[in-house]
């Protein structure tokens, strides 16, 4: 048992190491360590079920701050439990160029970071994203296996962020009840007191959307763990309101926005110390206080042993499949399946939208990996994402691999990251491209963090059609190029769309997006080849001896590329096509691959119906682009790709227009 | 006063233009319309104060239909109430590439469309943004002139998305209590039922944020009409739940998801009409009905001319001030303004960082602008937004011309959208610029609308230091520069941000972004020049004779790039600097002012703290780009530019590696 005087100084130890850092970085945010450090003291000391010496521990339970600005708080919590990879050192290096103690927590720093949090509302929603991985992990695996909780911390700013109220709605929903939010009601923001621009009913707002709440004072312990007693208990997830002063102890900066962004400076630090009664010099803990710390950091060893018994005796197979779901590793047909499964293609390639063979792709990967868990952005029917073995999740009911997210991108991206993160199932969504927009911090996330989420983004050109230009992805390939470490990926028929998918699932470390057509589309390849030909991310379809042209294209334009190279080589003018499902990938590939493959035909052309910008890499800045220039239009689809002069006779026209006369037979 | 038979023959007139349309154009939703048709009569017919042949009168009601793709209902009111410009013919040439009807209502295809709408939650933000504009502009030009409300329907789509939990939370907070929210509670999405996906308590939601709630039968007339009026009389925003079945009136379809977004087909539309008696063919509307329709259009004539007069007995700098407001056109004054500050520059430019320099000008605009409402997402002390002239609008108070959105970034840029379109004028925000990404489908929307809004994104690149990645824009300009028609500053200097600023206000039809920087840059511009330089987009800053190298940079990395052509010179490579502190507007320059500031010298770099994306248009294929090849990471800024490369060394390194040895004197 843990004595108030105890706790108090415990708590003050995370205060000190928060104030002493941020000072020493002249950088970062004091107020919610100083203001949280009573609630996260009386979690992580009695009820936060980790071991830090086995930090990847898969039913640990998850902390998540989703305040990431007040990053100080969980270095110093992890430092104080005993994980052997944040030391003293660590924290005097916060904020510094390769410390593992960044401004923000950074997934993969050091182990207890659970996920990368800053922008706000992320961190919650990736939670929401992480208890419905344990609840249907739960379901799958039995209660000797997975058992835990997920805790997060927010502050006024994640609530206020609509993605944290899609998360909440939904976790209400499904009735996540090893779900338990804090929230640290502090009052302030930077600009000032929250009243400045919210007048929001916490409590009635959590109830409406079907939680638990609890309302406490943030500063006194027993009503903190009385709380999260009680939230264990719920059949609901738990909302707990802590009334806190941010920079708790500060004499003359507590309880204002001077605290927020920060450091409190040397005089105010020294007032501090004298308030709290702190003689330990800066980054000193005393022995006693780290004794206590170490001592509840190694609470649930006995547990964790418990836990790797339960899983030695399960049955082989079981233990075997649990181990190499959170290993992430896949099994080892799959590729046998998708070989075989283009093999069916071959000689009868089918006339369909590549969202018609994503969902038939899909059905031969659903079936042989029971780790992928589906769903759509109320988008379903559009989007194919539910194949036979995809049973929708209910609030009562977690045997399904569905998720039926609702009109909620943004949740449903935030969430797949927190699913990923948990570990044991592989998330892909269903969504229209265009609305990649709406999940986009998300997205960036999943590739900053480097996990495993797959987004299935149809409807992804003017081939939408009627919906007209709100629906019509333009600029949205070149954006999503744009993020760092995430491969984009837009086939051209079914065959390619099975390699694009297989490629996705092999990124161990990399989120993936399929770009999908909505619209019926010839195929292109029409022969089998066992080898993943998209594996390179470009690739030559069409050889041509001599060739004069090159044409470039990517999805529902190959087929147009393709024609016009047929039309040209009946005009004399031999011309080659390179299909380009992935540019990531291409550009991963050995420079003489990638030299050989551009080539140096006089004229390259590029088709895509988008914007131009990212494809001077293969065509240069002197080559031709057939796409769009502009927002889309509402109308029939195939009006539209004449109307933005994206076809055969186009690609065609323009070939013609730059060779030399002499070079037409 | 409208019998309850009229008013169900009103109705329907609504409900078979939209299904003949649909039908006609085997494509559409037919389920709103046909179930929100009695809300919107009651509304159309009694209330809406609006003129069809005045359809840009200032102090019209606006009518926002958030959940745009029953666009056909709004179509349909613009005919029946006698829109000039929307025509039966229109209305056959529903979904067709150039009609005035397109799939989702388009801003600017025909007056009376107050919005483009079709992303879920825009329109209702856009409202929210509408009923400040309103709230606004009363306060500074009297009821007299500005009294109006501010009506939107929505349905279960809309209050599912973050942006609009985000809208409703500020309306609430800011008591706007001219702005009134149908819901058309018809309990289907698209997967289905809402009980898939969700469970709130809509009534409790919004109470929680404030709000003033009714509950009533959707089809009872009466009870419509009672739930507007006691909205107008309500001292908070109104939330009206309407009870409707999906589809009303189909017998066969009616309340399911079949009705949602596909035609009804020839068999059921004949069913509907039998069932609601209706004879007359596909797109006629009988007489009688249509007179009914045209009286209850022309109800506000007389309201309109009252208000016309008002606005011509009043004192004439008052007339002349409103009328110049709703034009949008700028006082004569501020380009002379904005030079006149500039020559305050010359000799003695500050070393400062683009955001303070944005302030500083800013600080000038707003003295000269009335119309300028500015704010931040919470960040008002690190934007440098709020200028001398911005006093906070608070929920009593409107005297102020600055919103604190709170940690709502896509709902203010919605609302600014919402701001624009209202006139009167012109919202700029203050956001970080990593956090552009939560409000990308707003931008998207304001660019492809055509509307002035202005983004003031500062902390714009790696510069931003120890808060790391999460809060480093690397992809974010090339993906903004990717949006068509939206406009992406990002100036060098306190010079060059005067100007950018300038050209921004100067976009009556376009939204503009300013990428700004959190730490102090040297300035690059030291003599005065009394022509904007950034109107062309990009410009030869320092020009050499025989020049070997150029060197292209925007922003932080001019200085650098100066300083690098400097270490070039010494060494005795002449090389020349040009700015590029806008890509957009440089396309828009001749092809021979492209070409000569383009050049041909053997070296070219680009420089930018941010991936190469975009940049080859300048350098080609073969040029060289010093920037990011990746996220960003946690340091003090100095340290960060030197770790990925980004110097004056490596600029120097990468030309010196390129020249062929002879030309190194």
């Not at 305040?67 to 030391?87: I, N, Q, R, V």
């Not at 919210?198 to 004072?217: C, G, H, L, P, Y």
């Not at 501090?272 to 206080?289: G, S």
């Not at 570990?423 to 609305?435: A, D, T």
Request: proline share 5%.
């Amino acid at each position: 048992m843990i004595s108030r005087e105890q706790h108090d100084r415990m708590a003050n130890a995370i205060r000190f190491l928060s104030m002493d850092a941020i000072e020493k970085a002249n950088s970062g945010h004091p107020g919610l360590p100083m203001g949280a450090a009573d609630v996260a003291t009386v979690l992580f000391s009695r009820y936060l079920k980790v071991d830090p010496k086995t930090p990847l521990w898969p039913d640990r339970d998850r902390f998540v701050l989703s305040a990431g600005h007040g990053s100080m708080l969980l270095y110093s919590l992890l430092y104080l439990t005993g994980y052997e990879d944040m030391s003293i050192e660590d924290l005097r290096q916060f904020r510094q160029l390769g410390s593992k103690t960044a401004g923000h927590p950074e997934y993969g720093h050091a182990a207890g970071i659970e996920t990368t949090t800053g922008p706000l509302g992320q961190g919650l929603a990736n939670a929401v994203g992480m208890a419905i991985a344990e609840r249907r992990l739960r379901e799958e695996f039995g209660s000797e296996l997975q058992d835990h909780f997920t805790y997060v911390l927010c502050g006024d700013g994640c609530l206020m962020e609509g993605v944290s109220q899609e998360a909440i709605a939904l976790a209400g929903h499904l009735k996540l009840n090893r779900l338990v939010l804090f929230w640290d009601d502090n009052r302030i923001t930077i600009d000032g007191a929250v009243s400045l621009a919210d007048s929001t009913d916490q409590i009635m707002r959590f109830k409406a959307v079907r939680w638990n709440t609890i309302e406490i004072d943030g500063h006194d312990p027993d009503a903190i763990a009385a709380a999260i007693e009680a939230a264990q208990k719920s059949e609901r997830p738990t909302f707990i309101a802590c009334r806190t002063v941010i920079g708790f102890g500060a004499p003359n900066k507590a309880g204002t926005h001077k605290v927020h962004g920060s450091p409190l400076g040397v005089e105010e630090i020294a007032a501090t110390r004298k308030a709290l009664h702190w003689e330990a010099e800066a980054f000193v803990v005393p022995a006693d206080i780290l004794d206590d710390w170490r001592g509840a950091g190694s609470r649930s060893v006995a547990q964790r042993k418990a836990w790797e018994g339960r899983l030695a005796a399960a049955a082989a197979d079981r233990k075997s499949e649990f181990t190499r779901r959170f290993a992430g590793t896949l099994p080892s047909d799959l590729d046998a399946s998708i070989t075989a499964y283009k093999k069916t293609l071959a000689g009868k390639p089918p006339v369909v939208a590549t969202r018609k063979a994503s969902e038939d792709v899909l059905e031969v990967i659903n079936g042989a990996l029971p780790e992928m868990l589906g769903g759509s952005a109320d988008l379903t029917p559009s989007n194919n994402t539910k194949t036979s073995q995809m049973a929708s999740i209910t609030p009562t009911d977690f045997s399904g691999r569905y998720v039926h997210w609702g009109v909620r991108e943004h949740g449903m991206a935030a969430a797949m990251n927190g699913i990923a993160l948990h570990g044991g199932l592989i998330p892909y969504s269903g969504g229209f491209m265009i609305f990649s927009d709406y999940c986009r911090p998300s997205i960036r996330l999943a590739a900053l963090m480097g996990v495993r989420v797959i987004h299935v983004l149809t409807h992804d050109s003017i081939g939408v059609g009627e919906d007209g230009p709100t629906h019509e992805p333009v600029e949205h390939m070149a954006a999503l190029r744009a993020i760092p470490n995430l491969l984009m990926f837009r086939p051209a028929d079914a065959v390619e769309t099975a390699e694009c998918w297989q490629m996705a699932l092999k990124q161990r470390h990399r989120p993936s997006g399929l770009a999908l057509s909505r619209q019926n589309l010839s195929p292109v390849r029409l022969s089998h080849e066992a080898q993943n030909l998209c594996a390179r991310g470009a690739y030559e379809l069409i050889a041509a001896d001599e060739a004069k042209v090159s044409i470039f294209a990517s999805g529902s334009e190959v087929e147009l590329a393709v024609k016009a190279a047929a039309d040209l080589t009946d005009k004399g003018i031999a011309a080659r096509v390179v299909s380009v499902p992935c540019f990531e990938l291409f550009a991963e590939q050995p420079a003489a691959y990638r030299a050989s493959l551009i080539g140096n035909t006089p004229v390259k052309i590029a088709v895509e119906a988008a914007i131009r910008q990212g494809w001077d890499c293969f065509i240069g800045r002197d080559g031709d682009f057939v796409g769009m220039q502009s927002f889309g239009a509402s109308g029939p689809g195939k009006d539209l790709f004449r109307h933005f002069g994206i076809t055969v006779e186009a690609i065609v026209a323009v070939a013609l227009g730059k060779l030399p006369p002499a070079s037409v037979a």
